[in-house]
C-alpha cells in the first residue's frame, strides 16, 4: 500500500497524476466524506493513493455517464 501523510502530499500526488485540486477542495471532500481518509490521531490524516486512484477512477466514470 501506498500512503501519504497530510492534505498537501495527496494535492501533490494528484498534480503529479495531471488532476491537480486545491489544499481547501480536498478539505471540503473530507468533510462531507467524499474523498478516502483515515484518521489515527487528532491532528493526523493519512490517504492510501490505491484508494485515491480508484475514487478518481471512479469520478470520472460517472462523469463520463452523466455526459
Not at 494535492?11 to 473530507?30: A, G, K, W
Amino acid at each position: 500500500m501506498r500512503k501519504v501523510r497530510g492534505v498537501k502530499s495527496v494535492c501533490d500526488y494528484l498534480s503529479s497524476i495531471q488532476c491537480p485540486m486545491s489544499e481547501s477542495t480536498i478539505f471540503r471532500l473530507m468533510r462531507t466524506n467524499e474523498v478516502p481518509f483515515s484518521r489515527p490521531a487528532p491532528r493526523v490524516v493519512i490517504f492510501d493513493l490505491d484508494e485515491i486512484d480508484c475514487w478518481i477512477g471512479n469520478a470520472s466514470k460517472e462523469k463520463q455517464i452523466t455526459n
